[in-house]
């Protein structure tokens, strides 16, 4: 899945509701038993440090857990991965234009349970009122 | 888990303050766009053009994908505070993104 976009009112930032919203996207990936989501993040507050460190050197301190950054520390701390710049992400002074790829995977996703889900068994696939497979086979047309 | 910098007090004290509201997670339907969009105009500074027509799109084309955060404290104005869309997007964890990433995206 793809994380096209979050949004949260400013008054209502820092008070769990980015959080709820996430925890909606990763209850429908566990639900749709979907491997992960990939996203973009945005970091908001490299443009306070920019004139000093590279953008692969700030994303590295917010990995580490020494620097902040209002955006990616929260994504980080829900269970995304960071896992490589983008240039030109989004156009954005407080970012500078960077972004980072960031992942978060199912980890209750079973490939099993898909392949099941996919490939449905005979009968399952007819309409009408026919009983579940008893052995028989269909008859001819 | 990495280990991160926890949040400025600032925002920390900004948090206390939207405790007392009653927020509920519900999926984007058509009738939000119009507040969804005045959330993004608001965060995004896009006065200039809507994008009405982009959320009831992404509501129409994957429902599933799409919740709002509505506060609901006051039940005769419930109002529309957070957002958020997923689209399904054909990708292996365990493969590098070879493409750029507006082709992966689709150009968002």
Redo the contacts between chains.
Sequence with gaps: ??????????????????G??????FA?LRR?NL????A?SMIMDYHEVAHLIAPDQYVHE???????DTNL??Q??K?FRP??L?PN?EHDPRSLNW?V?I?W?NPDYTPEARKTALILPFPMVMSGNRPPNNGERPAAR | MFAVKSEPEGKQRAAQNTNARQIVIQPTTARHAEQMNRLSTLVYSHAGYSRVAEFKSQAKLYPEGQFVAIDTTDPHHPRVVGYTSCMRLQFNPAEPLLESWSDTTGYG
Excluded: Q, W
Excluded at chain 1, 62 to 68: E, P
């Design positions: 899945m793809y994380g096209v976009e979050s949004c949260v009112h400013p008054d209502y930032r820092g008070s769990g509701v980015g709820r919203l996430m925890d909606a996207r429908l749709l491997r992960g989501m990939i973009g917010v990995i580490a857990g020494t620097r902040f520390s929260k980080i701390h269970g896992l490589n983008i992400y972004g790829a992942l995977e």
